[in-house]
């Protein structure tokens, strides 16, 4: 069972022993990533993330920062969304003592320097370029901006390659300041941990943390679509990539469970009915996938694949017909079962690993302000109704919520033909 402490400062900690683990994850989730930017300086927050790795006093280079944990075979890794940043260390329980030094350091400590600046500037502008020739990453890109347009939801996490040659040390270290503080920032130890002693462990490396109150918040999502829309980018690609979906709901709405539980029969799992229809019937797509995005504020059910150039109006069309049956027609009991087994199933699997744990329960309390256990919420799983998976059914596949995305070798002048394909 989980326990979570507030320190003075305001830092969360949150403890999450498991008594038969041989790992232990120390993850630190911080309320800030793209939502947060201006667009002069879209990109910053993962910019930043990359710096941590770049040195502190005790530990003055990258290398030092990663043979820390090399040394005992450790893993380590740190990620940038919309609303979170992340920072965590995963080692044998017997190193925990090294990964909380390790990560704390970074953490507080990162110098931040000019001359790394720069040269990082490279690695990053090679990273979007691998996302730019990645169409199932880029896809989703573009989904995103369709949706939201140029607000913060609508941009790229990783920025563009004008605003990341812009950045300087005086940009980093100023939004470091005004988003990097004790009340913003979860800690989560997870694993094979000593529950006797591990908070006070915890507090000997995190108790300075600063306090900042009044810094900036994120921009709230503006929603406004009145008619289907669409997005073609023109790529050279093998295979033209596209995802469609409807505009759903956020992390707090009370029907998210039944979402969820309709995108998996839609297509989650290899036994769902567009798997069914558009791979193993029709032979169109060998990876086609549903899946559903809650934040704070919005979120959406997008379906996503990869097809033939010449089969993206059958592949539109097949999907929007299981859209549209789940409208006209209840889903039956053995298919709402299957479905929720599925997310019980899976939702067990992942909480087997130390790290899974600490996301389960810091990303909650983060984004939430409200835990609930594996149990409390696979009773709000079973707790849904075929009633209701029909009653969001009706109430999210409506023609003034769905967006397609396309990224091939179309042209502008294929839009309206494309559009004229959304109707349900």
């Keep these: 069972m989980y326990k979570k402490t507030t320190l003075k400062n305001g830092l969360r900690l949150i403890t ?171 800690v989560c130890v997870a694993g094979g941990i000593d529950k006797n002693n591990i ?29 289907p829309e669409v997005l073609i980018h023109n790529k ?47 032979g169109l797509a060998y990876s086609i996938h549903t899946s559903v995005d809650n934040s704070t504020d919005t979120g959406y059910l997008v379906t996503q694949a990869g097809i033939d150039h010449k089969n993206l109006e059958k592949s539109v069309k097949l999907i929007l017909k299981e859209y549209q049956s789940l409208k006209q027609k209840k889903v039956g009991q053995q298919e709402l079962q299957k479905a929720k087994d599925y997310l019980k199933g899976t939702m067990s699997l992942s909480l087997d690993s130390s790290d899974n744990q600490a996301s389960f329960y810091t990303a909650q309390e983060l984004l939430e302000q409200k835990i609930l256990t594996a149990e409390e919420r696979f009773k709000k799983i079973d707790a849904v109704s075929i009633e209701d998976i029909k009653k969001v059914a009706e109430d999210i596949f409506l023609p003034e919520k769905l967006n397609l995305a396309v990224l091939g070798p179309l042209e502008t002048k294929d839009k309206q033909k494309i559009k004229n394909l959304l109707k349900i």
């Design 236 to 282: 050279k690609t093998d295979q033209t990539h596209f995802c469609l979906g409807v505009r759903a709901y956020d992390l707090f709405h009370p029907q998210k469970y039944a979402l969820a539980l309709l995108s998996i029969i839609l297509g989650g799992n290899m036994s769902s009915r567009l798997f069914i229809s558009v791979r193993e019937r029709n």
């Design 199 to 227: 908070e006070e462990k915890i507090q000997k490396y995190f108790s300075r943390l600063r306090r900042d109150p009044a810094a900036a918040g994120k921009v709230k999502v503006k929603e406004v679509q009145k008619e």
């Design 16 to 186: 999450v022993p498991m008594e038969s683990a041989n790992s232990v994850t120390v993850l630190i989730l911080v309320g800030t990533g793209s939502k947060y930017e201006t667009k002069d300086i879209n990109g910053i927050s993962h910019f930043l993330e990359h710096m941590f790795f770049k040195g502190t006093k005790k530990r003055p280079t990258t290398l030092s920062i990663a043979e820390t944990l090399d040394r005992v075979g450790g893993e380590y890794n740190a990620f940038t969304s919309k609303e979170v940043t992340g920072f965590w260390a995963k080692v044998d329980k017997k190193h925990l003592d090294i990964a909380l030094d390790w990560i704390s350091d970074m953490f507080s400590n990162s110098k931040f320097e000019e001359k790394e600046i720069e040269r990082e500037k490279g690695v990053i502008i090679e990273e979007v370029n691998m996302y730019l020739d990645t169409p199932m990453a880029y896809i989703g890109e573009l989904w995103e901006s369709l949706l939201y347009k140029d607000q913060p939801a609508g941009w790229r996490v990783i920025g563009e390659k004008e605003n990341i040659l812009s950045f300087n040390r005086q940009k980093i270290v100023d939004y470091y300041k005004n988003h990097y503080f004790s009340e913003n920032t979860i």
